[in-house]
């Protein structure tokens, strides 16, 4: 299920980063997937927890840094196994 969180964190920036910052450093979660479940762009997650998290919170920012750099470096796996996956459900149907 995702949240509109748009509305609720209109002119709370600060607030929605560090929201959005304890959600990734809690759940390891992607910024992709972050932004479907708060139901904002990846780029707005990005946004908010690399320029606006930085200055708020300083170790939450790099608690986020840390996942998001493991998540880059696992970037290339996740995307061969999805093209496995891919290929394989069109050869079995």
């Keep these: ?3 509109n969180y748009n509305e609720k ?4 920036y600060e607030e ?3 929201e959005l910052g304890r959600y990734i450093a809690e759940t390891n979660s992607t910024v992709r997937a972050t932004g479907k479940k708060f139901g904002v ?3 707005t997650v990005h946004t908010d927890v690399t320029v606006r998290l930085r200055k708020i919170n300083p170790a939450l920012y790099n608690e986020v840094r840390a996942v998001l750099e493991k ?3 696992e970037r290339h ?4 196994i999805a093209t496995k ?3 394989l459900n ?3 149907k």
């Design 85 to 87: 996956e891919k290929y």
């Design 16 to 18: 929605r980063a560090v």
């Design 77 to 80: 796996i996740r995307g061969g």
């Design 71 to 73: 998540n880059k470096e």
């Design 1 to 3: 299920m995702a949240y």
């Design 41 to 43: 762009s990846k780029s």
């Design 90 to 92: 069109k050869v079995s």
């Design 9 to 12: 964190f209109t002119g709370q």
